[in-house]
């Protein structure tokens, strides 16, 4: 491993100048021109790498970027390293939470979800270029994770069918990388009701609010916390006026799951919700979006190959689960090892003190370049 580190140390310099371009090129889901933009810096560092560069042309979104490295056929399987372009921050973001260095921090939108990882995967990629130990790699960089992943998740899982291994370049969560993400899921419950004048009227009024406070009491009781299955209505909307018997209320449902035959239950349960008051309709829509990332053998193994070469290295790396999504559930549900949290070490994600601890960018790049050239 000390060739590794020795091997990424010489381009820090480049590292920090790339992980500065890419936080400054803002890139929020929802604007194309915006995401492409950081799609062409990435593809330029790819095309620097001889890496190839094929572009999943989209309208709506940022076009997804499909980066190959090292030889085209191998007695290594292909590994696939998988990024986002797109972050949770508008543009102009940058005015108010600039590219900032304090006390071993860097701060910025993005920094660490994961405009960090990005860079990572390439100087770790550049790496095992020099140090001569190149196999096949994917690098995907998709364009529109931050909200579900809703055009890039065929292509996500068609690569990584062609993988042995996939690695994800969200951030860690404390140090350690991540074996297991729940599945994630999200509900919408619009119930219509009929309205009428609260004071003069209220006989003829058939309650929407009320309808969805009695659905929602049902829906807790969805939550099964010694499995991990936990249902929250995050938002609920309805009614115009006091005074006025509410015509229509609409929720919104947070799912979280950790098995990933706890999906057909899940939606069995929301399918069999029904209205109490008949003369209110409710329309069900949503299901889940993204299956658990289950902690299986494959990953497990990936895992403690991961920590026998960060001890070579003097650390001691940890395994985590968590909560949250990302397209490495997709991944682990084809049925391949995944690794998740294998990008930089900060906090602040999504929030306005988003940053990554500087010290130790190299390492984990040199850790990831270790994991392509020998797992
Ligand atoms: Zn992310």
């Known amino acids: 491993m000390?060739?590794?580190v020795r091997a990424v140390q010489a381009v820090e310099?480049?590292?920090?100048?790339?992980?500065?371009?890419?936080?400054?090129?803002?890139?929020?889901?929802?604007?194309?021109?915006?995401?492409?933009?950081?799609?062409l810096l990435a593809a330029g560092w790819a095309e620097a790498l001889d890496g190839s560069v094929k572009r999943h042309k989209q309208r709506q979104f940022g076009d997804v970027l499909e980066l190959r490295f090292g030889p085209a056929r191998s007695r290594q399987e292909r590994v696939l390293l998988l990024g986002h372009l797109d972050t949770v921050w508008p543009l102009g973001t940058l005015a108010?939470?600039?590219?900032?260095?304090?006390?071993?921090?860097?701060?910025?939108?993005?920094?660490?979800?994961?405009?960090?990882?990005?860079?990572m995967a390439l100087e770790a990629i550049a790496a095992v270029k020099e140090l001569g130990a190149e196999r096949p790699v994917t690098l995907l960089l998709v364009s529109e994770e931050e909200i579900g992943s809703p055009i890039s998740r065929p292509i996500t899982e068609k690569l990584a069918r062609q993988c042995g291994?996939?690695?994800v370049m969200e951030p860690a969560q404390g140090l350690a990388y991540k074996t297991a993400r729940k599945g994630v899921g999200h509900y919408q419950l619009r119930v219509q009701g009929v309205a009428a004048h609260a004071g003069v009227d209220f006989g003829r009024g058939h309650s929407a609010v009320l309808e969805m406070a009695r659905l929602l009491q049902a829906v807790a009781g969805f939550t099964d916390l010694s499995k991990g299955l936990t249902v929250n209505p995050g938002v609920v909307r309805g009614g115009t006026q006091s005074n006025v018997v509410a015509a229509e209320c609409v929720a919104e449902i947070d799912v979280r799951i950790v098995k990933a035959s706890d999906a057909a239950r899940v939606e069995r349960m929301?399918?069999?919700?029904?209205?109490?008051?008949?003369a209110c309709t409710l329309a069900i829509t949503g299901g889940i979006n993204r299956p658990p990332m289950e902690r299986k053998p494959g990953t497990v193994r990936l895992f403690k190959q991961a920590r026998a070469l960060a001890a070579e290295m003097g650390l001691v790396l940890e395994e985590a689960s968590t909560g949250g999504g990302s397209d490495g559930n997709f991944t682990a549900a084809v049925g391949v090892p995944t690794l998740d949290g294998m990008g930089a070490v900060g906090a602040g994600a999504h929030a306005a003190h988003?940053?990554?601890?500087k010290q130790h960018l190299v390492e984990r790049t040199a850790l990831l370049a270790g994991m392509i050239a020998s797992s």
């Open 96 to 119: 108010m939470m600039p590219w900032r260095e304090a006390e071993g921090k860097i701060y910025g939108p993005g920094v660490l979800d994961m405009k960090s990882g990005v860079v």
């Open 354 to 357: 988003e940053h990554v601890v």
């Open 2 to 4: 000390d060739e590794c």
């Open 270 to 278: 929301f399918r069999g919700l029904k209205v109490t008051d008949k």
């Open 165 to 167: 291994a996939a690695f």
């Open 13 to 39: 310099d480049r590292l920090l100048g790339r992980l500065r371009e890419l936080v400054e090129v803002e890139s929020p889901s929802h604007d194309k021109a915006a995401v492409d933009r950081a799609g």
